[in-house]
Nanobody, 114 residues
């Protein structure tokens, strides 16, 4: 179900940066810190791709295509996850969907183009 509030997408030139945010409503997630979360992305005609994940104790993993460029963090007190995206490439263009446990954000478009 779409329960998460996602923001931060937009149009950026190659080499630029964006930061995505994903907030969990406190009415749904009473204990944000116990859930694993992250981001997937999907471009038209392509498979859904795991971009980054972060565990409840802040252990992170990244897809091979974004390692060294993206950083996922979480603030358990504020119930927000962040995805910092640096050195963006045209191949990063996609709709990005955050998730936390079984809940999803509405998606945000990231377009990297000159």
């Amino acid at each position: 179900q779409v329960h998460l509030v996602e923001s931060g997408g937009g149009l950026v030139e190659p080499g630029g940066s964006l930061r995505l945010s994903c907030a969990a409503p406190r009415t749904i997630f009473s204990v944000f810190s116990v859930y694993d979360g992250g981001w997937y992305r999907q471009a038209p005609g392509k498979e859904r791709e795991l971009v980054a994940s972060i565990s409840s104790n802040k252990i992170t993993e990244y897809g091979d295509s974004v390692k060294g460029r993206f950083t996922i963090t979480r603030n358990n007190s504020r119930k927000i996850m962040y995805l910092q995206m640096n050195s963006l490439k045209a191949e990063d263009t996609a709709v990005y969907y955050c998730y936390l446990s079984t809940s999803w954000g509405q998606g945000t478009q990231v377009t990297v183009s000159s």
